[in-house]
């Protein structure tokens, strides 16, 4: 959704009632169980490995958009699109989250922290600044298609830098203590 998701729903027909209902309250509900889904996997796989499957997962989603644009409006299907989205952007932001806390130094984690946060936040500012004017040039079914395959170059990076910065092998409980 991002940026575009209310003029979006709105062209779409849903009133503000609607789209309140189901974004605050479901989409809300979604996010908190997407963080804590994300926190679980993070924790049985790891900050990379969860990184990938929410920065997949996360896509696809925009797919459920594209689905949407091409049903009009339906409640159901607008409430199966957000409650996706929510979930996995909670599902992703857990795991970066996790991501940008293994980059900081403990002695400057907040001051690190913040700039990394401040620098992506810049990325996904200026990145989205050009979506109004493509969605007027396009359909929306194809803006969402286009903005799911817009995700792959970060894939990509994302799988680059994991396989340039390997996790630290796990110590094993049986070698610790033995010389």
Known sequence: GGVMANPFYIELGFSG???AS???L???LATVVGTLAGGVLVARLGFFKA?????IL????NLLFALLAVSGKDLTMLTVAIGADNFTGGLGSAAFVAYLSSLCSRAFTA???????SL???GRTMLSSGGGWLADHMSWASFFVLTT????????LLLWLSRLYPPPAPIRSESVGQA
């Open 17 to 19: 009632v609607e789209i």
């Open 22 to 24: 189901i974004t605050k």
């Open 26 to 28: 479901f989409g809300v």
């Open 51 to 55: 990184l990938v499957i929410g920065g």
């Open 58 to 61: 996360q896509a696809v989603t």
């Open 111 to 117: 001051t690190q922290y913040a700039l990394l946060t």
């Open 120 to 122: 992506m936040a810049v």
């Open 149 to 156: 395959l817009l995700a792959v170059p970060g894939l990509l």
